[in-house]
């Protein structure tokens, strides 16, 4: 294995490991987890989820009841500040992650910085001349 890459890679972990997003997912987990309502919702939750699940597995049909008792629960856990703040910080987190992903997949599917294949657009000076990397996706160096 290239040593640069692992050095690189162990930048990038070391850096993750840093990132706010990564101290604000812990710290709202950590009070996620201390909130002792938080935790009844959520074992409410995974219960009335096993059951629902259980239900569709064996063929039986889902009442109203079971799909109501579902809803309500799930209206609780979105109600609650501190599964909510965790959630939000889940989100901040995986974005973050990612970012870092498309910028890998773009560098191993031989795309300069800044363009993707997906992109509506491209930045300007964002792609090479005739498009992403060699598969001329539409985006011509603008």
């Given amino acids: 294995m290239n040593n ?5 890679a162990g930048l990038l972990a070391d850096a ?11 710290s709202t ?3 996620m ?3 002792t309502s938080a935790q009844v919702l959520i074992a409410e ?19 109203e009841a079971d799909k109501s008792a579902v809803d309500e629960i799930e209206t609780k856990v979105e109600g609650n500040p501190a599964i909510v703040a ?4 889940q989100d901040k987190f995986t974005v973050m992650l990612d970012s870092v992903n498309a910028i890998l997949a773009g560098a191993i599917a031989g795309s300069s910085g800044g363009c993707s294949c997906q ?4 930045e ?5 001349p005739g498009g992403c990397g060699s598969g001329g996706c539409g985006c011509s160096g603008n």
């Fill in 33 to 35: 987890t201390a909130d």
């Fill in 45 to 63: 939750l995974q219960k009335a989820q096993e059951r629902f699940m259980e239900k569709q597995q064996s063929g039986s049909e889902l009442s």
């Fill in 29 to 31: 987990e950590d009070a």
């Fill in 119 to 122: 992109d509506e657009v491209c």
């Fill in 86 to 89: 965790y959630m939000t910080a």
């Fill in 4 to 8: 640069e890459i692992t050095e690189k």
């Fill in 124 to 128: 300007p000076g964002g792609c090479e």
């Fill in 16 to 26: 993750i490991a840093r990132s706010s997003e990564l101290a604000e997912l812990r």
